[in-house]
T-cell receptor, first 110, second 110 residues
Framework: QKEVEQNSGPLSVPEGAIASLNCTYS??????FFWYRQYSGKSPELIMF????GDKEDGRFTAQLNKASQYVSLLIRDSQPSDSATYLC??????????FGTGTSLTVIP | DVKVTQSSRYLVKRTGEKVFLECVQD?????MFWYRQDPGLGLRLIYF???????EKGDIPEGYSVSREKKERFSLILESASTNQTSMYLC?????????FGPGTRLTVL
């Protein structure tokens, strides 16, 4: 059984702070890693993905990957109230299957 | 613009009814997926399809079947709905790396 572990939260940060979301995964065969944002009552939307060890930046978002430690993280800089959502970590297998963590709930306090 | 649509946003059915959930994508993607999402359990894969008439079981296929007669359409069938199938059902499609979700169908089985 492939597992993805995320701290369910809730994680609360003040507006303007850095939010740090963490994810560990069990399957060493996973090749790429996706972060989705899901607002309450809505479907997940892709924020970014990463497939190489190290950091990848996209605007206020930075994904970090360490395959040796089986660890992925998402940093959100200058957090805004509109960032309040659940964040899902999803490793992707070679066969195009994704498997999802249960998500971390983030609240950005104005 | 990427688009995945689902036939209903909300659906109420009775125990024992046969239920069809339809998903259509307009991106010519080979891969399509059906998930259910429940509080505390995250997104769980029911079935996926990587080509027309091809299907693979996911983690929780029991009580479900699928049909993919055309590339753009992937149907989820509940042969005899039960109350434990009350859930949010999400369809997704993907090509290579990214996976795109439909808006979801909130199914209630009474």
């Amino acid at each position: 059984q492939k597992e993805v572990e995320q701290n369910s939260g809730p994680l609360s940060v003040p507006e303007g702070a850095i939010a740090s979301l963490n994810c560990t995964y069990s399957d060493r065969g996973s090749q790429s890693f996706f972060w989705y944002r899901q607002y309450s009552g809505k479907s997940p939307e892709l924020i970014m993905f990463i497939y190489s060890n190290g950091d990848k930046e996209d605007g206020r978002f930075t994904a970090q990957l360490n395959k040796a430690s089986q660890y992925v993280s998402l940093l959100i800089r200058d957090s805004q109230p509109s960032d309040s959502a659940t964040y899902l970590c999803a490793p992707r297998e070679p066969g195009n299957q994704f498997y999802f963590g249960t998500g971390t709930s983030l609240t950005v306090i104005p | 613009d990427v688009k995945v649509t689902q036939s209903s946003r909300y659906l109420v059915k009775r125990t024992g009814e046969k239920v069809f959930l339809e998903c259509v994508q307009d991106m010519d993607h080979e891969n399509m997926f059906w998930y259910r999402q429940d509080p505390g359990l995250g997104l769980r894969l029911i079935y996926f399809s990587y080509d027309v008439k091809m299907k693979e079981k996911g983690d929780i296929p029991e009580g479900y079947s699928v049909s993919r007669e055309k590339k753009e359409r992937f149907s989820l069938i509940l042969e005899s709905a039960s109350t434990n199938q009350t859930s949010m059902y999400l369809c997704a499609s993907s090509y290579r790396r990214e996976q795109f979700f439909g808006p979801g169908t909130r199914l209630t089985v009474l």
